[in-house]
């Protein structure tokens, strides 16, 4: 989804799951999203921000230093791969310092870009983004009643998968509903 025109002006790219086409349809963790901002941006050095580990993988196998600021529902997620971890992104104390640590572990180069893999980075939103799940089953299978909502450790569990389409499938599909009616 694209941001609001306020919002979209404060990023150089803008790339989401619709985007998809443009660098080969495979998504996270796969590394073909970061892999194509680096090549719109002309980027050789940058570093990622996100906040699940599926995400951060697909950061890391692009050979993007990656900073892990997970979501209130991703603490527990295995964030070892991340070049720093953080609770909020105002924990970071500046870009001299992440740069600092990219130099040691990767090369001298400076840093020349900053890619923000997810919304949730920058506003949590993961109580919402559930919440909202479970509006709009409730909308489209009203006959289904409370049955068809994700309760919250599902739904926390899910979060593994990249993607809400990609987690409202098997979901769907433990509820008795076919992937085809979605």
């Known amino acids: 989804e694209k941001l609001s025109p306020d919002m979209n002006s404060l990023f150089d790219l803008v790339v989401s799951g619709d985007d998809a086409w443009r660098f080969g349809d495979r998504m ?11 090549k719109v941006l002309g980027l050789s050095n940058p570093i990622a921000f996100e906040d699940t580990q599926i995400s951060m993988e697909a950061a890391v196998r692009a050979g993007i230093p990656c900073v892990a600021a997970p979501s209130e529902w991703a603490t527990k997620q295995d964030f070892s ?3 720093l971890r953080v609770k909020e992104l105002s924990e970071v104390e500046g870009l001299d310092s992440l740069t600092q640590m990219v130099s040691a572990t990767k090369t001298t180069k ?6 923000f893999g997810s919304i949730g980075l920058l506003a949590h939103s993961s109580e919402a983004q559930w919440r909202a799940f479970n509006q709009a089953l409730r909308e489209k299978y009203p006959q289904r009643g409370a049955e068809i909502e994700w309760d919250r450790e599902t739904y926390v569990e899910s979060l593994k998968a990249c993607g809400g389409r990609k987690r ?13 009616e979605a």
Do not use: I, N, T, W
Not at 168 to 180: C, I, Q, Y
């Open 28 to 38: 996270k963790p796969e590394p073909d999203c970061y892999l194509y901002a680096k």
């Open 81 to 83: 791969k991340a070049l």
């Open 110 to 115: 400076p840093v020349d870009g900053l890619l």
């Open 168 to 180: 409202l499938r098997p979901f769907l599909e433990s509820k008795g509903v076919a992937a085809s």
